[in-house]
């Protein structure tokens, strides 16, 4: 199913996310996370509607990271002076996104947050443990099937109650899982990942450098500078918009969770989200979305 979200739509929507932010003073941890072990008792509490879309934006970032939109540009600003690009405005944001790179997070620590946050990417190895989060794709899989059955089980009024409390508890499972992963400064993080995700994204779909590997668009600038292991970028990219968009809406019904004085059906809106991320994982097919 081809989504209706455009990347301008969701590069905004966690941009108004991060925005609440206030950068706090960096750890002793050196990747400035300051993250509680993974399953230490305590670390379960729901992450609040704040932290939630914070989340969401990770999200949308960690599966950007997959499609390469980041490496890409790091590559690329690394290796600038073999590059030939001539337009001296595609020239300078190499050099402005190098300068930025000795700011933000590198490849190996921004893989390290995502393993820890989605179990997602290329610290996500069996040898890292608990530091892992093996089951948020779960997690957020049966969160998903839980919003589509309980729009395809008929007009709320004819329910029997068991739909709204399976979404409820597969909402609440959710948050169990992330509410672990949402301490010490994995919130400044995030502004850090997404503004250099924004450099990248700018850099990749400049025309000067689009030119000089004469590429189409920013799509197919990625696929000619990764070659053949180029992965599905419209899956993982479609999987970070709905996900993220998913996310958003729980936190908004965060206080009708589980109270059924105040039952909240998903909006067509969240089903079609719901639908697409798991078609999008090859666990649904589209038709199971509502138009």
């Known amino acids: 199913m081809p989504s209706t979200i455009h990347i301008e739509e969701s590069l905004a929507a966690a941009s108004a996310a991060l925005r609440p932010i206030t950068p706090l003073p960096p750890a002793q941890d050196p990747l400035r996370l300051n993250m509680p072990p993974l ?3 305590g670390t379960g509490s729901q992450p609040d509607a704040a932290s939630l879309r914070v989340l969401g934006a990770l999200y949308l970032s960690a599966e950007a990271e997959q499609a390469g939109l980041i490496p890409v540009a790091e590559m690329m600003a690394q290796n600038r ?3 030939p690009v001539q337009d001296l405005t595609g020239a300078g944001k190499l050099e402005a996104f190098a300068r930025g790179m000795q700011n933000w997070y590198d490849r190996q620590h921004r893989g390290m947050l995502f393993a820890r946050l989605f179990g997602l990417g290329e610290a996500a190895t069996n040898d890292q443990g608990v530091l892992v989060n093996r089951d948020f794709e779960r997690a957020l899989a049966a969160f998903c099937l839980a919003i589509v059955a309980y729009a ?3 007009p709320f009024t004819v329910r029997s109650g068991y ?4 979404l409820a508890t597969s909402a609440v499972d959710l948050l169990s899982n992330l509410g672990g992963r949402q301490f010490g400064n994995t919130l400044f993080a995030a502004r850090t990942i997404h503004d250099e995700l924004l450099r990248a994204i700018d850099l990749l779909n400049d025309r000067g450098i689009q030119q000089a590997f004469m590429a189409r668009d920013m799509w197919d600038l990625l696929a000619r500078v990764i070659g053949d292991g180029a ?3 419209g ?4 999987r970070g918009q709905t996900g993220q968009r998913l996310l958003e809406w729980l936190a908004s ?3 009708q969770i589980g109270n059924p004085n105040t039952p909240s059906d998903p909006p067509a809106a969240a089903v079609n989200w719901a639908a697409e991320w798991l078609d999008a994982n090859g666990l649904l097919r589209p038709a199971g979305a509502v138009q």
């Open 235 to 238: 899956r993982l990219i479609h």
């Open 152 to 154: 395809g089980s008929g």
């Open 81 to 83: 002076a073999t590059l």
């Open 231 to 233: 992965p599905d970028f």
């Open 39 to 41: 399953g230490y008792p």
């Open 253 to 255: 019904v965060l206080a």
């Open 163 to 166: 739909e709204a409390a399976h």
